[in-house]
Structures are given as structure tokens and as C-alpha cells.
């Protein structure tokens, strides 16, 4: 950040750092609650054709494994942006 005042440097370090707060809270949160939505879907189906169970568990695995992979490169975008952010450039740092 030496292009720059250092209170424009400060600004967009907050920025910045509170952009990847909430992005980090909304994919955690959206993953979350998708996960949950699964699992109850998941125990209803089950509960309702029992013969089938063992194909659904599995399937529930799959789709847990594809739904946690989403907060995984939530957090890889956000850790990019708070470390090497590509936007340095349009701001002169």
C-alpha cells in the first residue's frame, strides 16, 4: 500500500476486511442451512420408504460433501481478498 495516504491505505483495509466478514457469514450461513434443509428431507424420505434408506444416506453423503465444498471456496475467495486482493490495482496500491 505505498501508492497511497496512509489513511486511504487504512480505509481500504476496513473495507476490505469488513466485505470478507460478511461474505464469509452469508456462505457459512447459506451452507448451513441448505445442509439442514438435506438432512431433514433426507430423514423424511427414509422415514416414509424405509427399504430404500441405505440409497438415500448415500446420496445424503454426496450432497453434504458438494454442500460443505461451497463454504470451503467461500472461505478460499475470502482469504484471497483480505491477503492478495486483486483489486489493489484499481486503487493504486
Do not use: H, W
Not at 457459512?28 to 439442514?36: D, F, I, K, P
Not at 461451497?70 to 472461505?75: E, G
Amino acid at each position: 500500500m505505498e501508492g497511497m495516504q496512509p489513511d486511504q491505505a487504512l480505509r481500504f483495509a476496513i473495507v476490505t476486511t469488513i466485505v470478507v466478514g460478511a461474505a464469509i457469514v452469508a456462505g457459512s450461513v447459506s451452507a448451513t442451512l441448505m445442509e439442514g434443509r438435506a438432512v431433514v428431507k433426507a430423514f423424511e424420505n427414509m422415514a416414509r420408504q424405509p427399504s430404500v434408506a441405505d440409497r438415500i444416506r448415500s446420496l445424503l453423503f454426496v450432497v453434504m460433501a458438494i454442500l460443505e465444498s461451497t463454504a470451503i471456496y467461500v472461505l478460499l475467495i475470502c482469504l484471497i481478498l483480505l491477503f492478495a486482493n486483486p483489486f489493489r490495482s484499481l486503487f493504486g496500491l
